[in-house]
T-cell receptor, first 113, second 109 residues
Framework: DAGVTQSPTHLIKTRGQQVTLRCSPK?????VSWYQQALGQGPQFIFQ???????QRGNFPDRFSGHQFPNYSSELNVNALLLGDSALYLC????????????FGQGTRLTVV | DQQVKQNSPSLSVQEGRISILNCDYT??????FLWYKKYPAEGPTFLIS?????DKNEDGRFTVFLNKSAKHLSLHIVPSQPGDSAVYFC????????FGTGTSLTVIP
């Protein structure tokens, strides 16, 4: 049973460019959340998708957008990249939006130069 | 505004002894709490959780204690093993998961 998978694992982009990160949830999970983890910090919530809709959103600008597909996989898009967007981006999945544990992927390390 | 706080950035413990990791939160509406362990270059791994209707939950060597009146939870690892060396994050579930900044645990053989 595959867990949460993310692609790519590493990415280098130039300031001003756009990036798309991808996530496949754990089998049976229908809720996907995205987090940004800067060095030395805990994961910061970006947004959560359930039934192909954005359900909650953290304190991130509109440059961060996402999508969930009918097979529950998800994409995170970041436009007009800034140097400060360099971070580890984590995808987490769980079943529903009740109190259950979330399972994380290994993350995508994004470096903006 | 940091709603979940882990005030100890690091902790060192001898193998076989107890490790106690602490976490404080500010929002009394949080009703579900989790601990995650993270190794370098890996995503966080779920360890143990506790609902706000409980004050203790055990899973093998790991026990989480919740003190709602103090808005405090702690993770006890007994006995500590070198493989437990990692960064530990506590998280609270409101309408999203709020994470602390992590505590780096080193278990010394």
């Amino acid at each position: 049973d595959a867990g949460v998978t993310q692609s790519p694992t590493h990415l280098i982009k130039t300031r001003g460019q756009q990036v798309t990160l991808r996530c496949s949830p754990k089998s049976g999970h229908d809720t996907v959340s995205w987090y940004q983890q800067a060095l030395g910090q805990g994961p910061q919530f970006i947004f959560q998708y359930y039934e192909e809709e954005e359900r909650q959103r953290g304190n991130f600008p509109d440059r961060f957008s996402g999508h969930q597909f009918p097979n529950y996989s998800s994409e995170l898009n970041v436009n007009a990249l800034l140097l400060g967007d360099s971070a580890l981006y984590l995808c987490a999945s769980r079943l529903g939006d009740m109190n259950t544990e979330a399972f994380f992927g290994q993350g995508t390390r994004l470096t903006v130069v | 505004d940091q709603q979940v706080k882990q005030n100890s950035p690091s902790l060192s413990v001898q193998e076989g002894r107890i490790s106690i990791l602490n976490c404080d939160y500010t929002n009394s509406m949080f009703d579900y709490f989790l601990w995650y362990k993270k190794y370098p270059a890996e995503g966080p791994t779920f360890l143990i959780s506790i609902s706000s209707i409980k004050d203790k939950n055990e899973d093998g060597r790991f026990t989480v204690f919740l003190n709602k009146s103090a808005k405090h939870l702690s993770l006890h690892i007994v006995p500590s093993q070198p493989g437990d060396s990692a960064v530990y994050f506590c998280a609270a579930n409101g309408n999203q998961f709020y994470f602390g900044t992590g505590t780096s645990l080193t278990v010394i053989p």
